[in-house]
């Protein structure tokens, strides 16, 4: 049981189940990419795990070494939970509304994919036999990033005394420095942080409060800001008051049985590495008068009319499997808040759902998350890449200090400066900046942004061109190799010639000519000659790919596949994820992977294998990755679908869907896995669609899984608006917007300009190929009323 | 200028010269395995670094982890300056001798190899004009490990002024804590610990007191104690008080000129991390009453005798370089004082010379060093692997985290547990493991020491070898591979089928076979089966060493030679040390070689390469090796000689023995380098004499450089003493003590009994190869009057 109801449009959870709060916390969690609340109680507390984030907002640490070494990056950053702007008290009769005691009669929460709000309703009995009805409405606003606003309204309800009415106190807080525990040594967990805001200034009047805050070492500026409106019968008393950490509004009634205490709150934030306190006082409350002036009303009508428009370009349909279907809109609901509005910013591994990862932005938001973007949301996408080319000084310093040309964008961060700790796995994944001009080319491919080509796009593939150029030779022995690197998979480093990062930078060197010939003159000011474009052309064209003659497949690096087994028969489940329990030494010898590395080769350079070479790759692989990451499961289902494994390929698509509901990886606590929701998009429309984007080409090869009846997706491609819909033996394309659409169904080039139904042809015929034991994807039952095992 | 005087037998520095006072520190430090005082003046200031050291008493810190792993290390060692009993202050009226005022008239301090004593004599001025002669003479026992003695004599000598008499004082201390500063990032430089001693006991009486302290966080408690004999005229006033950490002994007398002050100080140590305060107490006070029952004469005639012994074995002659004879003397006497007592304990890369390295052991003492005593004092070499056999329930327990089989000895310690917080260079540095090995086989085929064999060796043997069969695995492609690991060469990590590795761990799964058929009964003790044994055969003869058929010589692992070149040319002097001014990241993937790896295969493994192929591969290396580490030179002397260049090998023996006294490295203040001391002796009889030890068998086959006339070397084998004479043309091998020798004079077969002297044949002729840009070897004159380039 994931505890979400089922239910295609919104995820709701029923019943307190105070036990399971970090989980919902995370899966309720509003943002709009700028703004994020975790979606805990409005009263505060009980509380999972407390979080109000500010994209790019962190604070500053050193990081230790025991042996230290040149080159390693001096200073971490943890995102901080920022003062907590949505929290509203309500004291019934003195007695505290806290779901720990008392009696909750009724208790129901709601996340609404097309409306975005987040509504609870509760009823609540307190410890004295007082009961009260608290409804409230949550949204983080799409339309005005700095805005978050609640609407919350409390009605006695009839008890068995004959109560006729009942005095309500509700406080409305801005809170600072709120106290997080933290007793974990997973390296995955942020950093605890202790009161990481210095007050700077506080201020409040009539119902209206400010506080600005200033982290202690990385000394960036903050502000939060509340107003209210309140509505109530006669004799409403209110007060404000403010300190450092803490502004207050306290409201008290006396309310009879079936009225309403109304009271809604907006929230305004910002911060600025440069602004004074003034400056951003009067901007939070600016914003503030902004959405005061909209109104509740009006932000909700913003935000409905908002999604609408995004579900038109970005939804996604399946007959045959409810769950899924709920867990797919959850997906791109959430990925839309994480990128909708960063503008300036990245967009971290969790989004702003949670602290997981310290708040970094990683490979995977390229990589998984900015496909989905680029195909439904492509602003969003183009600021995500802004924000890589806001950094792009940083990474060519850090390509300096380790000896490199061009640019290497860093393995984590919240502000492009390297903050990775161990080098193996972080410094030596240079992927990083092929993944980042993958996107780049991605995104120019569907948009056509030629003004984006030229400002940043351009740059970003020359200087990560530039990267690879100088961390790759020419070889007497066989071509251009990549040594002493790390791919995708965790459970390998520092190897020669991963094929994945030598396609995916012999794609880079391509790009990034490709860029210089579309714009001469950039090129020039870039100081690209001739000679090394050629360069690149050649390195390109004689990029290593090693090869197993033996065996008949290709090794993730090189000698890969000569290394020893793992012995999977003698791991027990516990002993996932492995690296919690394995050393890396271990770890990285022998032929275990953590998440697909030469499968993601496949996918993402299709174009370079054939489907026999990608069938045997695959069948070898799927033998020997145990999925510990949540990177994993979608690239196997868009894989698994073309060598014509569907059940495989549905197996993974719903794995990588339902991670988080069902907190697969027991982390969910510290916030959703935004590529992993990345993932499951890509395997409905990569996998069971088919869609490539090879050298900018837009195709399709649709098939359906046997348990499924119909899937549908819908996506935009240089400012057209599609439909695939995919029946059992047949696919519908329809133009919903724009001009018609050039692609390809399995191979057969065709126009999209009117409903165009076209039969699917057999699937590949390869035998099916086995996880390791015990790694099978998930199981569960259709409904989602079986646990997975 | 190496600021010694050259000479023979002795090692002397003439002057104040007060900057480099911590390299005559280190140079001029005496031990004798369990206790080690550095060179310091008497009087404790000026002082370049304080040092005195117990063998084993360590203090324990935390490893900091920005990003851990499963199976990090997680505390440290470092060794700790203890209790200081060597401070003698003296007060000439009322001005404190402290040679940074006044004026100092003569100044010579000598260390006399033959003596073990280190001797000084200053003549000084006291900025009022008195002026004093202080002579002093310091010893460590190498009879009674646990006493150090000093006599010490100050005798006024006339002024300008005519004075008759000058009152003195002098204040004899032990004094605990004393302040050390550090302000390096240096990694090889050990952390600066305050205060690490906290007082337990202190006592005083008469001319003896007590200091006992224990450590706050290894919890290893020491005892420090001083007893003395006063020699005055009339009028002689002594007291003597203590606290926690200082213990003094005050004595105040008129001294007439031309009378003499005497001095003697009996110190004695002792420490446990088991035994109480009091019993501790009495292990000192012990240890002082014998040595004032030997007295001050009876320890210098001991100390003589014991070193006449010493040299009857070990001595070596050089006829054509005195300074070249003097290093290789003072490198003799070191690494006797490194290794003479130590009895249970490990010996340390700096010996008790220096803080260096935290202190700590590492396999180079297997492997360079305990060859030299092997040969020359081999129950030295059975103690130190009888310390490693007393750790190996650790390492076994290091080995089942690691989730492998048998014994995986620590990359650095000090207590035996390992103490290495950066994986690729420590944990996956396995061949210390095959390393301690090949020790134990060297000491058994030298020794025929079945005692030892039986009650360790085969142990030893059986649990490395378990640990190579599980770290290896039978690939279907070619052979038996070990993956992921990294060799001796630490500018590359992490590598499968290293070489020395691979060959080394043959030789030890071979030996441990050999072992077992030896001792049947031991074999079936420790579990061993048949079908065990014959998988370590069967592994041993399938092991897996690349070739690179293109280039024609062995890759140091596999790919290695596919790697990219190093831009010597580009590199900067003062861009050396390359660990400092490099990313690992980027030496790792390059063919770039710290020390040698490959090299020293061709000579620890020599039977296992034609002399062609190592020509080839000599050549090939040595174009690629920096020497950035001082374990280098030696084995690249003794695989130049082999291969005919000899005037390269008299290059590296003469830098490798100079190491120290030039300070190459810029880091001889923490400490003498044993491994380069030992290698110079490699060079000399590995190398100009040719002396191998392949499958237990002695052999030789001297040779003569141009540049010296003559050389000899001694040693032992199976109890009896030999000594090699190289002359131009040919060489005479002498029978000093014990049964005849049997062993081959280039190849022939020989017995020596009596004086044999043979024909030396031509040596091969290779062309000579180049080292990089740079790095060739340091120059010098051969008198040692020009400083190195």
């Not at 507390?45 to 500053?60: A, I, K």
């Not at 978050?148 to 009415?165: C, F, N, W």
Request: glycine share 8%; net charge negative.
């Amino acid at each position: 049981m994931t505890g979400f109801a089922v239910d295609p449009w919104r995820l709701s959870w029923q019943g307190a189940d105070l036990d399971h709060l970090d989980r919902a916390e995370s899966a309720f969690a509003l943002a709009n990419g700028h703004l994020g609340l975790r979606g805990s109680l409005d009263e505060g507390e009980p509380v999972g795990l407390p979080g109000t984030y500010l994209n790019g907002f962190y604070e500053e640490h050193a990081l230790p070494y025991a042996e230290a070494g040149y080159g390693y990056p001096e200073a971490g950053q943890t995102v901080v939970n920022v003062t907590d702007g949505k929290i509203i008290r309500l004291l019934v009769e003195d007695e505290p509304l806290d779901m720990r005691y008392g009696q909750t009669l009724e208790h129901r929460r709601t996340l609404d994919f097309r409306t975005g709000i987040l509504s609870r309703e509760t009823d609540w009995e307190s410890p004295t036999g007082k009961r009260v009805r608290v409804r409230s409405q949550r949204l983080v606003s799409f339309t005005q990033r700095a805005i978050a606003a609640i609407r919350y309204e409390v009605e006695p309800l009839p008890d068995e005394r004959g109560t006729k009415r009942v005095q309500l106190v509700v406080q409305s807080d801005l809170l600072a420095n709120e106290p997080i525990e933290s007793h974990t040594r997973d390296p995955r967990v942020a950093l605890a942080l202790k009161s990481p805001l210095a007050g700077e200034f506080h201020w409040s009047e009539n119902t209206r409060a400010v506080l600005v805050h200033q982290t202690r070492e990385s000394g960036l500026r903050m502000a939060a800001a509340m107003d209210h409106e309140l509505e109530a019968n006669e004799g409403l008393r209110t007060e404000i008051a403010c300190e450092d950490d803490l502004a207050r509004l306290t409201a008290a009634v006396d309310v009879e049985i079936g009225e309403v205490l109304r009271l809604t709150k907006y929230i305004g934030y910002g911060w600025s590495s440069t602004r004074s306190a003034p400056a951003l006082r009067a901007q939070v409350e600016a914003a503030l008068a902004g959405a005061r002036q909209t109104g509740w009303d009006g932000l909700v009508a913003e935000q409905r009319e908002y999604l609408d428009d995004f579900w038109e370009v970005a939804d996604v349909e399946i007959d045959g499997d409810e769950e899924l279907q709920q867990a797919l809109r959850l997906g791109l609901f959430h990925i839309l808040q994480a990128g909708a509005r960063g503008e300036s910013r990245a967009i971290p591994g969790k989004g702003l759902t949670g602290p997981g990862y310290d708040g970094h932005a990683f490979w995977d938001t390229e990589t998984f998350v900015l496909p989905v973007l680029t195909y439904t949301v492509p602003d969003a996408a183009r600021d995500a890449l802004g924000w890589r080319h806001s950094t792009i000084d940083l990474a060519k310093e850090r390509a300096r200090v380790l000896g490199k040309a061009g640019a290497a964008f860093p393995w984590r961060s919240i502000n492009g400066q390297e903050c990775s700790a161990y080098w193996p796995a972080g410094t030596a994944a240079f992927h990083v900046s092929a993944d980042i001009a993958d996107a780049v080319a991605r995104y120019h491919a569907a948009t056509q942004d030629a003004d984006f080509d030229r400002a940043q796009g351009t740059e970003l593939l020359v200087e990560t061109a530039r990267l690879w150029a100088s961390l790759g030779h020419h070889d007497p022995h066989d071509g251009f190799r990549i040594d002493g690197i790390t791919g995708p998979d965790e459970y390998t480093a520092v190897v020669d010639n991963n094929i994945y990062t030598n396609l995916m930078a012999q794609k880079n060197l391509d790009e990034a000519a490709d860029a210089c010939d579309r714009n001469p003159d950039v090129a020039e000011q870039l100081g690209v000659s001739t000679t090394e474009v050629t360069a690149w052309r050649d390195a390109a064209a004689k990029m290593r790919v090693p090869y197993d003659e033996l065996l008949g497949v290709h090794p993730q690096a090189e000698g890969f596949t000569e290394h020893e087994e793992w012995d999977f028969e003698g791991t027990p489940d516990d002993h996932y994820p492995l690296l919690l329990n394995y050393p890396y030494f271990d770890l990285y010898r022998k032929q275990v992977v953590k998440q697909a590395d030469l499968v993601l080769a496949l996918h993402l350079r299709g174009d370079a294998f054939t489907l026999d070479q990608k069938a045997r790759d695959f069948a070898y692989y799927e033998a020997r990755t145990v999925r510990d990451s949540s990177l994993s499961a979608g690239t196997q289902s868009v894989v698994a679908a073309e060598c014509g494994h569907m059940d495989l390929a549905y197996a993974y698509l719903a794995e990588a869907a339902l991670t988080d509901l069902y907190d697969l990886h027991s982390n969910v606590r510290n916030g959703l896995h935004m590529a992993s929701l990345a993932g499951a998009w890509q395997a409905v429309v990569a996998g069971l669609g088919g869609m490539r984007d090879h050298g900018g080409e837009l195709t399709f090869a649709p098939r359906l899984p046997d348990a499924l009846e119909r899937v549908s997706f819908r996506m935009c491609f240089r400012g057209s608006r599609i439909q695939v819909e995919i029946a059992r033996d047949t696919a519908t394309y329809r133009l919903i917007a724009g001009d018609p659409v050039r692609t390809a169904h399995h191979g057969e080039a065709i126009t999209i300009d009117t409903d165009l139904t076209l039969a699917i042809p057999a699937a590949p015929d390869y035998p099916t190929p086995t996880p390791p034991a015990g790694r099978e994807p998930r199981r569960r039952s259709k409904a989602g009323s079986t646990p997975p095992s």
